[in-house]
């Protein structure tokens, strides 16, 4: 069984900063890809910012300069460092980690989601 534990949304300010952490648990044997997407209301979930197993990173566009996703592959732990944060970047935020288990099943799994809200 795995599962994906996220913290860090909150309240902040136009121009302001918070970090979103993802800690995954379970029965792992490797985690390929982890991400964040986020869907605000009315909106579809997208993909905000993925990492993989290989050091790749992709951003998306309006995000771009601003957001900063990291992993630490040791503690299977990804966070997402957001800075200069707009209105337009209120929503929940969802972890994924894309990952094979101990017994070679292959899956995505999402968290729970995390609110952010970007308010002056």
């Known amino acids: 069984q795995v599962q994906l534990v996220e913290s860090g949304g909150g309240l902040v300010q136009p121009g302001g900063s918070l970090r979103l952490s993802c800690a995954v648990s379970?029965?792992?044997?490797?985690?390929?890809?982890m991400a964040w997407y986020r869907q605000a209301p009315g909106k579809q979930r997208e993909l905000v910012a993925s990492?993989?197993?290989?050091?790749?990173?992709n951003y998306l566009d309006s995000v771009k300069g601003r957001f900063t996703i990291s992993r630490d592959n040791a503690k299977n732990t990804v966070n997402l460092q957001m800075d200069s944060l707009k209105p337009e970047d209120t929503a929940v935020y969802y972890c994924?980690?894309?990952?094979?288990?101990?017994?070679?099943?292959?899956?995505?799994?999402w968290g729970q989601g995390t609110q952010v809200t970007v308010s002056s």
């Open positions: 994924n980690a894309d990952l094979r288990d101990l017994v070679n099943r292959r899956s995505a799994y």
């Open positions: 379970g029965s792992i044997f490797i985690i390929y890809t």
């Open positions: 990492t993989s197993n290989t050091g790749n990173t």
